[in-house]
């Protein structure tokens, strides 16, 4: 699936007298973790340097994940907040919002990163880099994973009549015990 879509992300940073503070920035979705189309020579790079051509149908979830350098701060406010976060898509076309609550982890550090996590995250910098070896992109590029909690959406395709949904995730995570609750808001 392409996804080619922008999110509002928010974050939790903290002042100088330690009150929690919002920071909204908007990141380029990069479709779900660790599927991602490639262009043409994004791809090619991608089998000329890793084993199969990326990664493996062993890796596949329904986590919404985008991209960041490591110096940003987004990475440090996830940390401190406990990885809380919230993206925000607008779809205009659908007239449609979704919102999606949850927790991030970043994956892509070389100093932490396991053989596994290395070939799931391989394939993200591929559409950014032609060396997927280079030592500046790999010490800077990360790859932060949505483990969604609570999805809502808003439907104004008919705006006097708006519709709203939201799921929410039960049995703990988002394993074969786990389901998605529905309820209309």
């Avoid at 110096?71 to 440090?76: A, G």
């Amino acid at each position: 699936m392409r996804l080619e879509s922008h999110s509002s992300v928010a974050t939790v940073a903290h002042d100088a007298q330690l009150r929690p503070v919002p920071r909204l920035r908007t990141c380029g979705c990069r479709g779900f973790f660790p599927e991602l189309d490639l262009h043409p020579k994004g791809q090619e790079a991608m089998d000329h340097q890793v084993k199969g051509g990326g990664n493996s149908p062993v890796f596949q979830s329904d986590m919404l994940c985008f991209t960041t350098d490591a110096r940003m701060e987004k990475l440090s406010q996830l940390e401190s907040s406990g990885h809380a976060i919230e993206a925000v898509f607008w779809l205009k076309d659908l007239m449609t919002q979704w919102r999606i609550k949850g927790t991030a982890y970043a994956i892509g550090d070389p100093k932490r990163e396991n053989e596994r996590q290395e070939e799931a995250s391989s394939r993200h910098p591929a559409n950014l880099v032609a060396d997927l070896s280079d030592p500046v992109a790999r010490a800077n590029f990360r790859v932060v994973v949505i483990k969604p909690e609570k999805v809502e959406r808003l439907d104004l395709t008919y705006q006097e009549d708006g519709k709203r949904w939201s799921w929410k995730l039960t049995g703990g995570s988002c394993d074969e015990d786990a389901e998605w609750n529905q309820t209309e808001v």
